[in-house]
């Protein structure tokens, strides 16, 4: 029996439980367990193959972007970063780097091409590009990526704190 079924629902997502049904019926068990406070967030969890395959079996049904490496891209400011061509100039760890590679992207889009380097710069960033075009990945990316890098910050004190 699988204890971490909840009201019918696998509480594994595909790298381990941060699927938002842990152990404790909600949240991600990182947040909810007694574990350390140094815990390496950065680290993936163990693969759930059947979750994986669940959600990238699928093919790309997205824009051919390999046809629009023509889209004129304005970046201005100040000592702008300069774009990549590849997701692998970029240090975003390897939880975000493995599931770019499980979602089979082989390289960003015109507007991720510029928007990546700006986030992990912590700049001030306007893209206005058509739907489809990369937009929420090329801001969550970097953002996630933090996130993974740094662990719970604070919000585990607070946690502990209230009795959350």
């Given at each position: 029996s699988d204890d971490r079924r909840v009201d019918g629902i696998d509480g594994m997502g595909s790298r381990g439980e941060r699927s938002g049904m842990g152990r404790y019926g909600g949240g991600n068990s990182r947040w909810n367990d007694d574990r350390n406070d140094e815990d390496d967030w950065s680290k993936p969890l163990a693969a759930n193959d059947r979750?994986?395959?669940?959600l990238f079996s699928g093919g790309n049904t997205g824009i051919n972007f390999e046809k629009y490496d023509d889209i004129p891209v304005e970046?201005?400011?100040?000592?702008?970063?300069?774009?990549?061509?590849?997701f692998q100039e970029v240090s975003m760890g390897e939880i975000i780097m493995g599931n770019i590679q499980l979602t089979r992207y082989t390289?960003?889009?015109?507007?991720?091409?510029?928007?990546?380097?700006?986030i992990i710069g912590k700049r001030d960033l306007m893209a206005c590009a058509q739907t489809g075009s990369g937009k929420t990945a090329a801001f969550l990316l970097p953002i996630l990526s933090q996130i993974f890098a740094d662990g719970p910050g604070e919000a585990m004190t607070h946690l502990k704190v209230w009795g959350r």
């Open positions: 979750v994986e395959q669940e970046a201005t400011g100040q000592n702008c970063p300069p774009h990549i061509e590849t390289r960003p889009t015109p507007v991720q091409k510029h928007a990546i380097p700006i």
